[in-house]
């Protein structure tokens, strides 16, 4: 036994005071068991056995159905090591304010020691955390999304390092609600919440938030990232990995089934929403998916636009917050066209078709095993990883950004990377549709000061060699893409979905030197004939409009990014200033 894990184990169970303690193994006999459980307490439903073999439905607490990003901390011993994009609190002040609510917490419950790997089990990469939580719907849920139990516990060994972290449902009382995570000692606390960002801590709490920070110390990056494999019709695979605001696609995009004129592609999924990423012997950059399971959007998805995330959820899955029909199947806006008479909304009331509300809550989620998904990579279990040949920054703007364009090169790619903004979705707590900066992706997932991330990237990127090496590095090249860019009237300019993987296609021509294109102020966009259309029903015009590059609309929004910048003073590295000052001359600014 791990001494220092069996203390902190022992610790715990004194302050939180369960009625029992029981050691999580991940196998199918307990897994079966607290199935069992739930089901009879009504943690759980089951869904039609014939449609949804081996598959659960759980409808959370009505305050409790997203992130809630008001009350997640960072909790570093100076305020401005957390910066100004994240919440602070000291490690002291946490335990005054947030310790004593986990005193008793957990009377009349059990707690579950969960402990779980990030990465595939072979590799060197991987990381190991231990929750411990007095949820059982967590328990099961980590099976899904992590390799759970023995494998965790043989990797950590007697000595090795682990991420701690303690979770409690407590009362869901949203003014007893925290998040905390310490970044200097590797630890998280939840209470208060039992939504999926907010209680699977291996997810957004540890799998970027706390290994950042680490990946920061250590020389390597984690990043709130697809990643894909695009192969040729030669057999040939390039593999990008790509960064979008949660709710804007990345699963669609992870798993993408080829167009019809596109004979001959296939898509890989590797990950769909984190990558670790670490330099390879061969100088490129490399990448894992520490996940083992998807926790996906519902709303939006079906068969046009993700078909093989619909196959990937007819069985062994959790659905929570979605609507459900008389024969106990889940349904949500976007999976079929109609609203099926006799629906029981998110809330377990009856639906009305044609109501405002929706019946399914807009951030419902489905949890899955990713090895059911049909597009699933042969590489997801490579313990080296897939090496990456782009990088990919995404958002979500009705007008203005592109549909894709090349940043001119490293530092300018970050430089975008770090300037990205998105219209808000519903992934989170607050007002749905509201323009915010998103640098990366990564606002509300960055575990420490974002001046320093913007200069880990930037020290990423420096010339020479992969450190303690004679190896040149080779770096991805950087895109920006906007599936989202809608007309005068507000229709979609682009149809997005399988159709993207002309935008992909032409990503991979730049990065094998080829594919046409045209400079302009804020980077390359394809010349003409460079995104292939064929076959493609779109509007006249539509094509010039989705790659115009509107300088005064651009320039029209750099003293904004410059109030963004300024908020971390000293910390913002001089290359994003000066990158920032190009962009403005290239503008007429």
């Known amino acids: 036994m791990h001494r220092a894990l069996e203390a902190w184990v022992h610790e715990i169970a004194a302050h939180t005071k369960p009625d029992r303690v029981v050691w999580c193994d991940g196998s199918d006999a307990e897994n079966e068991r607290l199935i069992g459980e739930m089901l009879k307490d009504g943690t759980l439903q089951r ?38 994009t994240n919440n602070w609190m000291s490690p002291a002040d946490a335990s005054a304010r947030v310790w004593p609510l986990f005193a008793g917490a957990m009377k009349g419950r059990t707690m579950y020691v969960v402990p779980y790997l990030m990465g595939p089990a072979s590799s060197p990469f991987a990381k190991v955390g231990v929750e411990i939580t007095d949820s059982a719907y967590v328990v099961i849920s980590m099976r899904i999304m992590t390799r759970m139990g023995a494998v965790a516990l043989n990797h950590l060994g007697e000595n090795g390092e682990f991420v701690k972290g303690l979770h409690s449902l407590g009362d869901l009382n949203p003014d007893r609600r925290f998040i905390c995570h310490f970044p200097e000692r590797n630890e998280i606390w939840s209470v208060g919440s039992g939504y999926g960002g907010n209680a699977l801590l291996g997810k957004k709490c540890f799998a970027l938030r706390i290994a950042g920070a680490q990946a920061r110390r250590e020389g390597w990056l984690a990043e709130h990232m697809l990643i894909l494999g695009l192969e040729d019709p030669a057999g040939e695979t390039t593999y990008v990995a790509a960064a979008f605001p949660s709710a804007c696609g990345k699963t669609n995009l992870a798993m993408l089934v080829p167009p019809a004129s596109f004979w001959g592609y296939k898509i890989w999924t590797v990950g769909d929403d984190i990558a670790w990423l670490r330099f390879g012997p061969d100088g490129r950059l490399w990448a894992i998916n520490p ?62 078709p044609g109501s405002a509300d929706k019946a ?48 001119f090169d490293w530092n300018h790619g970050v430089y975008v990377g770090s300037s990205v903004a998105s219209e808000t979705t519903a992934a989170a ?52 893409v906007n599936w989202f860019r809608q007309s005068a009237e507000g229709k979609f300019l682009w149809p997005g979905f399988g159709e993207n993987l002309r935008v992909l296609n032409w990503i991979l021509s730049r990065c094998r030197g080829k594919g046409e294109a045209v ?64 962009q403005r001359k290239r503008l007429g600014a």
């Open 47 to 84: 869904l039609n056995a014939e449609k949804f073999p081996n598959s659960y439905y759980h409808r959370s607490h009505a305050s409790d159905v997203a992130r809630t990003e008001h009350l997640t901390f960072i909790c570093t011993e100076k305020k401005d090591d957390a910066g100004p």
């Open 291 to 352: 996940e083992a399971g998807f926790f996906g959007v519902a709303p939006g998805t079906g068969p046009k636009t993700n078909p093989n995330a619909m196959e990937t959820i007819r069985k062994n899955s959790i659905f929570t917050n979605t609507a459900l029909t008389k024969d106990m199947c889940p349904w949500w806006e976007g999976m079929e066209s109609g609203t099926p008479e006799g629906l029981t909304d998110w809330r377990g009331n009856p639906y009305t």
């Open 360 to 407: 399914a809550h807009p951030n419902s989620r489905f949890t899955a095993p990713a090895s059911q998904c049909p597009s699933i990579s042969p590489k997801f279990e490579d313990p080296q990883g897939v090496p990456i040949s782009a990088f990919i920054f995404g958002a979500r703007r009705g007008s203005l950004v592109p549909l894709v364009y090349e940043a």
């Open 429 to 480: 707590t607050g007002a749905v549709g509201v323009l915010r900066r998103d640098p990366f992706a990564m606002l509300p997932f960055c575990g420490y000061n974002m001046g320093d991330y913007f200069g880990h990237w930037m020290n990423i990127g420096a010339p020479g060699n992969v450190p303690g090496t004679s190896t040149p590095k080779r770096l991805p090249k950087i895109f920006h």
């Open 519 to 582: 400079e302009t102020p804020i980077g390359y966009v394809p010349g003409p004939g460079g995104i292939d259309t064929t076959g493609l029903s779109i509007a006249p015009g539509a094509m010039e409009e989705l790659l115009r590059v509107d300088a005064k609309g651009f320039a029209a929004e750099w003293p904004q990014l410059n109030e963004f910048y300024a908020k971390f003073g000293d910390r913002l590295p001089a290359e994003i200033r000066r990158q920032h000052e190009a």
